[in-house]
């Protein structure tokens, strides 16, 4: 057989595989889309387009993980009601708490580089802001362990509200004390570090004042620099306010109605907690660095011993050093969701098996949809089942 002949035949096996994964992805797709079957009643009877419309969410975006890689994405809807402008995956929405679990792996690379410890008390680490007094006498101290697992005592409780675009901005010693500008109630200990789990956005600020301390450079560079561009998550920035150029690109937020609220957007200055603009894709992204870290398979931010850290909680709730680790059939997850104004979305991954989904939405009701939307990929893809698979 001639080489122009092993060439023709090789290309030809090509081509074929392509349109075979291609029509995987599109029956997998279609199995999103459409009503469920069977129905299980709740959200099963409604194609996707109706739920969007039951649900007043004017977009969602979603990117699906298979074998380790991003199998298929796919954007929905408008990204603005009143421009018109359509979504497409390069479209960028509010990563909200999302921004979380990206902003502790940079935190977790200090570590790894030795600028700080895990275990070491943060106000040793602090420089331009302090924890006050510690209240608890001889407890254990806070840690950036305790901050980024929401174990430390802090007692702000979930999140932050942002700002409107063009007002004046709190430094985030300012947001730490709850001093003009800041919006928010000052950050402080209410309980001894690793005494329970409370959700605490404070405790992230703090974590994120402690990294740009230690490492003397602006947030958004470092994570620009250690994670967003090692990772190709090149529709991503902490930068708040958003860069104009880049307004082009995002979504705006709705109510729950799916009605613009007045400005496009909120902004956020605490941007480890909350300020992350990015896609499904470009999480993903994130999500699959993760699950190749832990198998061994990539160091491009971590090591494996270090990623470690990411998806083992820390013995009080069910928080690690960033994600949430939870059981869902007979598989062990790490995910994290977020809700910012106007902005819902939800990742979830499987921790050895290397998939899971990233759904975002540019509405305050699009938690409902994300939920329908997690139920009907683990249920097409048969996610840690015994059952048959739904699709062949």
Known sequence: MTVARLLYLATLLSLTALAQAQDDQQRFIAAIENAQSPSHQGTDPFTLKELMERFHVPAVSVAVIRDFRVAWARTWGVADVKSGALA???TMFQAASISKPVAAMASLKAVQEGRFGLDQDVNTILKSWKIPDHPFGGDAPVTPRTLMSHTSGT???LGFPGYEPLTRLPSLPQILDGVAPSNTRAVRLVRPPLAGSQYSGGAVTIQQLALTDAVGRPFAEILQDWILGPLGMAN???QQPLPAAREYQAARGHSE?????????????EQAAAGLWTTPVDLAKLAIEVQLALAGRSTRTLSRTMMQEMVTPVGAGPFAVGFSIQQKGEGWYFSHGGANWGFRCELLAHRAK???VVVMTNSDSG???TRAILERVARAYNWDSLDKPLIR
């Open 88 to 90: 497409n995956t390069e």
């Open 155 to 157: 007692g702000d409780g």
């Open 236 to 238: 991503s920035t902490y």
């Open 257 to 269: 109605q799916g009605q613009p609220m007045g400005p496009k957007w909120h902004v956020y200055p």
């Open 354 to 356: 290397g998939y899971g």
């Open 367 to 369: 938690s409902a949809l």
